[in-house]
């Protein structure tokens, strides 16, 4: 708090203390609010539900005066099981905005969305002890959309608060993969000079700093249907030539270390005897880093070309890395700094690790915003029926958010953003 007081007025200690305090508090808020929303099934195929998710989200961001756009999001193209053409659609992004003129700005990111299907059995709340409650999206990621609100609000109560604009970015298919909301996303990352995302944080309250890039692929193999007992040679086995592809495939665990290729679902061929002439499969491949990404985009495509020679079959390949790399770079380093501080001043321990998972923090760094995407509250088994909240985690997620705002705000912090001229000319800074 010190800090705070330092860079800003002296007054600023006084109402940093005033707004941390609001902050404990709105945790009765905090908790109402997320027993309310998770008992609202959002599944990401669950339209409705993400809707009814939406207008919660938005009457609290009208309460905090921003401006509140809905935006339409692409259908997300495909293909099905049998390799035809299909199409995603999903509900609408909210986009919300305050102050879009001022000198320092952030982007603030969650997901509507949950992995429990409107059918899913796991649709309650449950309480396993006086801190922890049980519940779809309790904590992944419901609690860290109550948690950003209180500390957007804590912000709107400081009076420095004109030096920060904030955008903050709703989407409704982030469990998929985020695929109809990615261009949003990258189009959005531009609003700001740093980012923060409001997935959990692990169990123990660590951050990730660094995570693994993702791709998904799908392979659609194409071949000449025969009699088996007849004309065998004349056949093209599709599944035999996508034996190949899947087997070559696995093999880059072993030859590339770090990097991990998963089949996860095959699909094709149907009496026995017959040829096969459609075989599908689709393919997940993560890497450590672009240099590894490249890599193994080569390995896969050469496999390909060979297999479409030494079979005589077509090959398709449809999908992409979605997900670059989450890579370590001076703009996440100042970040990280900043973060630490600002626990630092709130009495939160703040500690990193890498993963292999992604999030949407993957995209707001590939489109150029440095960013810490686990802002949200304490709570684990997440994508399970087990999946809990640690209600205590609430106010410190929400002060040690709302102490980087302030920081932000104050401009005591070096440009996080390197090409940002606002925060690097410096001209607010006391
Ligand atoms: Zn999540």
Same mark, same amino acid.
Request: proline letters at 5%; hydrophobic letters at 45%.
């Given at each position: 708090?010190?800090?705070?007081?330092?860079?800003?007025?002296?007054?600023?200690?006084?109402?940093? %203390?005033?707004?941390?305090?609001?902050?404990?508090?709105?945790?009765?808020?905090?908790?109402?609010?997320?027993?309310?929303?998770? @008992?609202?099934?959002?599944?990401?195929?669950?339209?409705?539900?993400?809707?009814?998710?939406? +207008?919660?989200?938005?009457?609290?961001?009208?309460?905090?005066?921003?401006? &509140?756009?809905?935006?339409?999001?692409?259908?997300?193209?495909?293909?099905?099981?049998?390799?035809?053409?299909? *199409?995603?659609?999903?509900?609408?992004?909210?986009?919300?905005?305050?102050?879009?003129?001022?000198?320092?700005?952030?982007?603030?990111?969650?997901?509507?969305?949950?992995?429990?299907?409107?059918?899913?059995?796991?649709?309650?709340?449950?309480? /396993?002890?006086?801190?922890?409650?049980?519940?779809?999206?309790?904590?992944?990621?419901?609690?860290?959309?109550?948690?950003?609100?209180?500390?957007?609000?804590?912000?709107?109560?400081?009076?420095?608060? %004109?030096?920060?604009?904030?955008?903050?970015?709703?989407?409704?298919?982030?469990?998929?993969?985020?695929? +109809?909301?990615?261009?949003?996303?990258?189009?959005?990352?531009?609003?700001? %000079?740093?980012?923060?995302?409001?997935?959990?944080?692990?169990?123990?309250? @660590?951050?990730? +700093?660094?995570?693994?890039?993702?791709?998904?692929? !799908?392979?659609?193999?194409?071949?000449?249907?025969?009699?088996?007992?007849?004309?065998?040679?004349?056949?093209?086995?599709?599944?035999?030539? /996508?034996?190949?592809?899947? %087997?070559?495939?696995?093999?880059?665990?072993? @030859?590339?270390?770090?990097?991990?290729?998963? !089949?996860?679902? &095959?699909?094709?061929?149907?009496?026995?005897?017959?040829?096969?002439?459609?075989?599908?499969?689709?393919?997940?491949?993560?890497?450590?880093?672009?240099?590894?990404?490249?890599?193994?985009?080569?390995?896969?495509?050469? +496999?390909?070309?060979?297999?479409?020679?030494?079979?005589?079959?077509?090959?398709?390949?449809?999908?992409?890395?979605? *997900?670059?790399?989450?890579?370590?770079?001076?703009?996440?380093?100042?970040?990280?700094?900043?973060?630490?501080?600002?626990?630092?001043?709130?009495?939160?321990?703040?500690?990193?690790?890498? *993963?292999?998972? &992604? *999030?949407?923090?993957?995209?707001?760094?590939?489109?150029?915003?440095?960013?810490?995407?686990?802002?949200?509250?304490?709570?684990?088994?997440?994508?399970?029926?087990?999946?809990?909240?640690?209600?205590?985690? /609430?106010?410190?997620?929400?002060?040690?958010?709302?102490?980087?705002?302030?920081?932000?705000?104050?401009?005591?912090?070096?440009?996080?953003?390197?090409?940002?001229?606002?925060?690097?000319?410096?001209?607010?800074?006391?």
């Amino acid at each position: 708090m010190l800090a705070l007081g330092r860079a800003g007025a002296g007054e600023a200690v006084g109402d940093f %203390d005033a707004a941390m305090q609001w902050i404990e508090g709105q945790e009765a808020r905090m908790q109402r609010r997320i027993r309310r929303w998770a @008992t609202i099934n959002s599944g990401s195929s669950h339209r409705a539900g993400i809707e009814a998710m939406a +207008c919660q989200a938005v009457a609290a961001l009208q309460e905090l005066g921003a401006e &509140v756009t809905r935006m339409p999001l692409p259908a997300f193209a495909s293909v099905d099981d049998r390799g035809e053409p299909s *199409s995603f659609e999903t509900a609408d992004a909210i986009v919300a905005r305050v102050r879009p003129g001022a000198p320092r700005r952030v982007v603030l990111a969650i997901h509507l969305d949950t992995v429990f299907a409107a059918d899913d059995p796991f649709q309650d709340l449950s309480e /396993l002890d006086e801190n922890t409650l049980r519940g779809p999206g309790v904590a992944d990621a419901k609690g860290g959309l109550a948690v950003m609100l209180a500390a957007l609000a804590a912000l709107e109560r400081m009076p420095q608060k %004109d030096q920060l604009g904030w955008t903050v970015v709703l989407n409704p298919d982030e469990e998929i993969g985020s695929p +109809c909301s990615a261009p949003l996303l990258a189009e959005t990352a531009n609003e700001g %000079d740093f980012g923060l995302v409001f997935e959990p944080c692990l169990p123990d309250g @660590t951050l990730i +700093c660094k995570r693994k890039g993702s791709g998904n692929f !799908t392979v659609v193999v194409r071949g000449r249907a025969a009699h088996v007992g007849r004309e065998f040679d004349r056949g093209r086995s599709a599944i035999h030539a /996508l034996g190949r592809v899947i %087997d070559q495939f696995a093999q880059l665990n072993d @030859t590339i270390p770090g990097l991990i290729a998963n !089949t996860g679902f &095959v699909s094709g061929g149907g009496a026995v005897n017959v040829v096969p002439a459609f075989a599908l499969a689709r393919l997940n491949l993560r890497v450590a880093d672009r240099v590894q990404q490249e890599e193994a985009m080569e390995r896969l495509e050469a +496999c390909l070309e060979a297999v479409r020679r030494s079979c005589e079959v077509e090959i398709a390949l449809q999908g992409g890395f979605q *997900s670059p790399p989450k890579e370590m770079d001076a703009a996440m380093e100042r970040l990280m700094g900043e973060v630490e501080h600002a626990g630092r001043e709130v009495g939160v321990a703040v500690g990193w690790q890498e *993963s292999g998972g &992604v *999030s949407d923090g993957n995209k707001l760094a590939a489109a150029g915003l440095a960013n810490v995407d686990t802002m949200g509250p304490r709570g684990g088994e997440i994508h399970s029926d087990r999946e809990y909240l640690r209600l205590d985690s /609430l106010v410190p997620r929400a002060q040690l958010c709302a102490a980087i705002l302030a920081r932000a705000a104050l401009g005591a912090s070096p440009a996080i953003r390197e090409a940002s001229a606002p925060l690097a000319a410096g001209g607010d800074q006391p």
